[in-house]
Structures are given as structure tokens and as C-alpha cells.
């Protein structure tokens, strides 16, 4: 029996899984609390040389040395609700399960390498299933879980493109479904002004409850970067909304996280009715675009090679100012990002008096920074703008995330009312990415990164079209159709243009 067969398989055992056990009803109690508007807005295993490669059991599915990291699913933070009244939560549980298929035609290139996108074509299928679980430990202090389920496998296991198609498309590719605790923190609100409350609806990661709208919020444990960082109301999540990579993050960030999109941090955020500032500390990798040390416990069935960077000199800090404000009558949100990133990164510099342009024999401790913009604004009651901007200083090795050193994106989203089609979405975006003179001079000779590396470069800006419709076909289930134009793939005049086209189903309670 072939991958494929084995895969599709497991998806409908998954799915059947889902919808035998999550009919009962999330449980919700408590008093019943005015309902207000909210302030609160909310990598990959690359292609490692020998010497790094993960083994797997005997027993497992091989773990491609080439696939690539992705951003988790990134949580938006829920809504406002427009009920008179909403209940609190002592706690609750979610589940969702989300599968995408995608294919291409094939593409034209001059030549190949060892990460280029095959010319042929293929078509490949991914799924996904959570289940959240969240418990009100005391006052405002509550306590969430995500236990994580995935199979399947990006395009050329995710490899090829910069700028990657499948938000779904995990680093760690697999044959059968494996599972992770993806999440496991305690988050602790303390309110600094109990006459100005919003009500927060109740979500996976979030237990419906008043909250100030002065408030200082720390989070601790395991969770993703982009859960607190990094939002956008319009291009967050690659189950709802877009699913390219750089629609649903800041593609020149290099956030921490393990094959999964996963780490151990801790973040505090100060918000205010105008604006909140948020920091955050996060743990990186031993080993580029591998496994955190707890993942040795916490996936099913393990891969070796977890562990993390010294603590004190493997890190990620990030730093986030958002503002809100109103054009007219519509709200709009502005975020700057700053990070700062050390550990033992290569040099592309360095790499070319290498043979080979092997840059992991150039790996000592080194920083990385980066900043970013993200935007967004309605325009009306349907209709909302967006635009990411992202620079890094493109020395050093890409660790986690994509080789990209500078990212620009822009696009519309769309609601179905006007044509009476409520909880329908249309969507339309760009992007841009490229990369620093060196990171080019180092690919030239024949390196090759996290997602990139075509043997040779014929340099050009990578630049992605997408679009796509998300239809609701009942209160829980979403359909969607996507396209994805991508023309000079992995910054490669030589390769492409790839049209890239899937269907995505989407399931919640």
C-alpha cells in the first residue's frame, strides 16, 4: 500500500474519529454578564545535512530531512459578540478538524535542484484535528490545552516555494496521523480598571469572561508566537481565511518554534483602550527547523533529536505597539514588530569560501533582527483592508520559519452579505518577497536554505497571487476554493510561474 493510499486513509479515519466524539455539547456556566465590545486584538524540518538529520522508528513514516517549517494555525482572538448578554466559563472545550488538498499542472525551469519544485506536477493533501480544552484555575486565571493531530504532506514536502501555499503544511510530513500537546499554558489577567469592562465571547484558547479594558495579561508555557503576535482581523488563519504562508504572518520574521510551529515562552502584554505593548521571551532549537525538548514527551509516536538551545544563548525576544483608531465611523489597527533572535546560526558569507556552500559548517553563536508592520482597517461593514511589511538583516541563516529577508503584502476581504450570503468570504491578495545581496551571492553557488535552493539563481523577486471563496455550508462546516499564482518561485527567474490550485473543508464546535 503507497503513501498515498495510506494517507487518505487515515484522513477518513480522522474525520470519522471527529464527528463520532465531539457531538456532546461544550458545557458553559456561570452568571450571565453584559455584553460589550473588546479592545484585545488579538519553520520546518529543512533540508538538514547528514549530520543533523532526524531518524525516526523503524515502525514510523519518514519525516522528510526537506520539509519545511510552518506557522501554527495562527489564533485570532475571538470576535465581539453582538448578544444582549453572554455567560462566563469556568470551562470549555473545542474541536476542529480542517483538510486541504492542493495541486499544480507543473511549471517550466531551466534547471533543478535539490529543493526545487518538481516540474511535473503532483497534488497533495493535508489534515488537521484539535482538541482545545481551557479551566479556570482562580481570578481571572485560567489554564489551556491543545492536543494536536495532523497528516499529510505539502507540495515537494514543502520545499520550492518561499512564499509556501499550504498554511496546513507542516515541516514534519507524515504517512500516518501522529499527535502533539501543541499548547499547554496558564494565562493571568489582572484587570487595572474595574469600571471599564468588554465581555471576551468564549474560544479555544480563551474562557468568555468581563475583562478590563486596562490590563496587564502574562502567559507561560507552551503555545505559538503568533497567538499573541502578529494578528490580523482579515489574514490570520490559514483555515478560514488565506492559506499562503505570508498572508497568515510576517514572512521575513523568523519567530521562534519547533517543526510544529511550537515553543516555551513567556509573553506580557499591557492593554489599553487605544493600544497595548506586548514582549515576549521563547525558547529556539538545538538543531534548525527540528524539535523543542518537551516535543520527546509530547508527540505521538516521538522523533528524536528534540532539544533546545542553551537557554541563556539560544532565544527568541520579540517586542510588538499596537494602535488603534477610527477612520470615520471605521476602526482600523496599526502594529509595529521588532525581534531579536540569537543562537548558533551560519553565515552566508562565510558559507561561500565553503565547499559546497555548506553553510552548517559556518554555525557559531550570532544574532538576527528583524522589524515588521502589519495593518489593517475597515472600510465597511463587509468590506476591511490589510498590509504586512517585513524586513530582517539578512546575514545569518534562516532557523525556524522562511529564507525570506524582505516581505510586502496587501489585500481585501469580503463578506457575502451583499450578495445575502452572510458567513460567506471572498478574498484577493499580493505578495512580495526577496532576498539580501549576500543571501543571493550564497544560493548562486549552489547553497541552499530552508525552502530554497535550485542549485543555481537567476535572481528575481518572488511574487504571489491569491485568492479564494469560503462558502458556509451549515452552522459548523466551511467549504472553500483557492488559487495561488506564484511567479519567479524561491526568488528563481529560471522556474515557474506555478499556478497552485486547492479546495479546503473546515469543521468546528
Known amino acids: 500500500m503507497n503513501r498515498t493510499t495510506i494517507s487518505r486513509a487515515g484522513a477518513l479515519f480522522v474525520t470519522i474519529f471527529l464527528c463520532m466524539w465531539t457531538v456532546p455539547l461544550r458545557a ?42 510552518v506557522p501554527p494555525r495562527p489564533y485570532s482572538y475571538p470576535e465581539p459578540t453582538e448578544s444582549v448578554e453572554g455567560p462566563s466559563q469556568t470551562w470549555n472545550w473545542h474541536a476542529q478538524s480542517t483538510a486541504i488538498v492542493q495541486g499544480y499542472p507543473g511549471l517550466p525551469a531551466i534547471y533543478s535542484g535539490l529543493n526545487s519544485l518538481p516540474t511535473r506536477g503532483e497534488a497533495r493533501e493535508t489534515l488537521s484535528m484539535d482538541i482545545y480544552g481551557g479551566l479556570r484555575l482562580w481570578n481571572r486565571a485560567e489554564t489551556h490545552f491543545d492536543v494536536l493531530t495532523w497528516q499529510g504532506f505539502g507540495l515537494n514536502d514543502t520545499l520550492g516555494i518561499e512564499a509556501f501555499p499550504n498554511g496546513e503544511a507542516y515541516k514534519a510530513g507524515t504517512s500516518f496521523p501522529r499527535s502533539n500537546i501543541a499548547r499547554l499554558f496558564i494565562r493571568q489577567t489582572i484587570g487595572l480598571d474595574g469600571q471599564h469592562q468588554d465581555f471576551v465571547a468564549g474560544d479555544p484558547l480563551i474562557l468568555a469572561n468581563k475583562q478590563d479594558a486596562s490590563r496587564v495579561t502574562f502567559t507561560l508555557g507552551r503555545f505559538s508566537v503568533k497567538d499573541i503576535f502578529d494578528n490580523n482581523a482579515y489574514a490570520n488563519d490559514p483555515r478560514k481565511q488565506f492559506m499562503n504562508w505570508a498572508l497568515m504572518a510576517n514572512a521575513a520574521w523568523d519567530y521562534p518554534s519547533d517543526a510544529l510551529g511550537y515553543t516555551t515562552g513567556a509573553a506580557i502584554e499591557l492593554n ?7 514582549g515576549g521571551f521563547f525558547q529556539i532549537d538545538r538543531l534548525r527547523n527540528a524539535w523543542t525538548s518537551e516535543d520527546q514527551f509530547f508527540t505521538w509516536p516521538a522523533y528524536s533529536g528534540a532539544g533546545d538551545g542553551a537557554f541563556w544563548r539560544a532565544w527568541g525576544i520579540v517586542s510588538e505597539f499596537e494602535h488603534h483608531y477610527y477612520s470615520g465611523a471605521h476602526p482600523g489597527t496599526i502594529r509595529f514588530l521588532g525581534y531579536l533572535n540569537h543562537g548558533r546560526f551560519g553565515s552566508y558569507q562565510a558559507a561561500m569560501a565553503v565547499p559546497g556552500a555548506d553553510i552548517s559548517q559556518t554555525r557559531v ?8 508592520l502589519n495593518w489593517e482597517q475597515e472600510v465597511s461593514k463587509n468590506i476591511g483592508l490589510f498590509s504586512r511589511f517585513g524586513w530582517n538583516d539578512g546575514q545569518r541563516e534562516a532557523w525556524m520559519f522562511t529564507d ?8 481585501v476581504s469580503v463578506k457575502g452579505e451583499a450578495w445575502s450570503r452572510r458567513g ?32 543555481n539563481l537567476s535572481y528575481g523577486s518572488e511574487k504571489v497571487l491569491e485568492t479564494y471563496y469560503d ?17 519567479d518561485p524561491a526568488f528563481n527567474r529560471a522556474r515557474g510561474p506555478v499556478c497552485v490550485f486547492g479546495t479546503r473543508v473546515h469543521w468546528e464546535f
Open 424 to 455: 460567506d468570504t471572498f478574498g484577493v491578495a499580493a505578495v512580495m518577497s526577496g532576498i539580501s545581496r549576500v543571501n543571493q551571492e550564497f544560493l548562486a553557488a549552489g547553497g541552499t536554505g530552508i525552502l530554497d535552493g535550485d542549485g
Open 471 to 487: 462558502f458556509k455550508v451549515s452552522k459548523s462546516l466551511n467549504a472553500a476554493l483557492d488559487y495561488q499564482f506564484i511567479d
Open 28 to 69: 458553559q456556566n456561570d452568571q450571565p454578564v453584559q455584553a460589550q465590545w473588546p479592545t484585545r486584538s488579538g519553520g520546518t524540518v529543512d533540508a538538514l545535512l547528514i549530520d543533523e538529520r532526524k531518524q525516526t522508528d523503524d515502525a514510523a513514516t519518514e519525516v522528510s530531512g526537506n520539509s519545511v517549517s
Open 365 to 372: 553563536y550570532r544574532s538576527k533582527y528583524g522589524f515588521g
Open 272 to 278: 489599553q483602550p487605544k493600544w497595548a505593548l506586548r
Open 404 to 411: 525570506i529577508n524582505h516581505s510586502a503584502s496587501m489585500g
